[in-house]
């Protein structure tokens, strides 16, 4: 019976190690994502900044009055 308990505690701290790898790599990817959605915030921002100027310039061209 003790060689059980033994085998059981060597399988639980493996699922153990597993587990803290498992979270380790998780937060990794996680910090990742979140610089990725920084910087898609700012893109869009760009973009929409360039969009709107693009806009301001057609409707100071008056092309509707043709």
Do not use: F
Not at 19 to 30: I, P, V
Not at 35 to 49: I, N
């Amino acid at each position: 019976m003790g060689d059980g308990v033994m085998e059981r505690l060597q399988q639980l701290e493996e699922a153990d190690r597993r587990a803290g790898e498992t979270l380790a790599r998780l937060r990794d990817e996680n910090d990742r994502l979140r610089r990725d959605l920084t910087r898609l915030g700012e893109e869009r921002k760009q973009v929409v900044t360039q969009i709107d100027a693009i806009l301001r310039d057609l409707a100071k061209l008056d092309l509707g009055q043709g």
